[in-house]
């Protein structure tokens, strides 16, 4: 590719890369170097011609992690419907940066918000994350 002085290359992370959710630390920290990687690519390669996307998708619904790899909450707390993701969902996104290459895409969009939110305000989202998930699974 820097021979060409053109491609492109699609990363794929989470949203747990940009908001830590309590309880996915670990799971967290891989995707937030996933997108420090990303980042610093895009950056080093960029001007060489060669494109690198990251795309950060919210739960999807018919995977793997979906069926059972998360914690198990006592809140009961977990992504409604309306905000997870099919797989195709996740593929037709990056079809899409692919034709239309862009640093990063977060879906689906109000996580994009809520990630906005986090890197403006991350007390803000410290303190409702607190409420909605921490507090709620403590005896």
């Known amino acids: 590719m820097l021979a060409r002085r053109s491609g492109q290359i699609v990363t794929v992370a989470s949203i747990a890369g940009l908001i830590a959710p309590p309880t996915y630390s670990i799971y967290s920290a891989t995707k937030f170097a996933v997108r420090g990687f990303s980042e610093a690519l895009r950056r080093e390669v960029g001007p060489r011609g060669v494109s690198v996307s990251l795309v950060s ?4 619904r018919d ?8 914690i198990a909450r ?3 707390i977990t992504t409604p419907g309306w905000l997870a993701l ?13 034709r239309r290459p862009r640093a990063e895409i977060v879906m689906p969009w109000p996580l994009a ?3 906005l939110v986090n890197g403006l305000a991350p007390g803000l989202v410290d303190a409702l994350i607190t409420q909605a998930f921490t507090r709620r699974e403590r005896p």
Not at 63 to 70: F, I, K, R, S
């Open 113 to 115: 918000v809520a990630a």
């Open 86 to 98: 099919s797989s195709e969902q996740v593929a037709d996104a990056i079809v899409g940066v692919i």
């Open 57 to 60: 998708p919210g739960a999807v």
């Open 74 to 76: 006592q809140s009961g």
């Open 63 to 70: 995977t793997e992690w979906a069926a059972g790899a998360g």
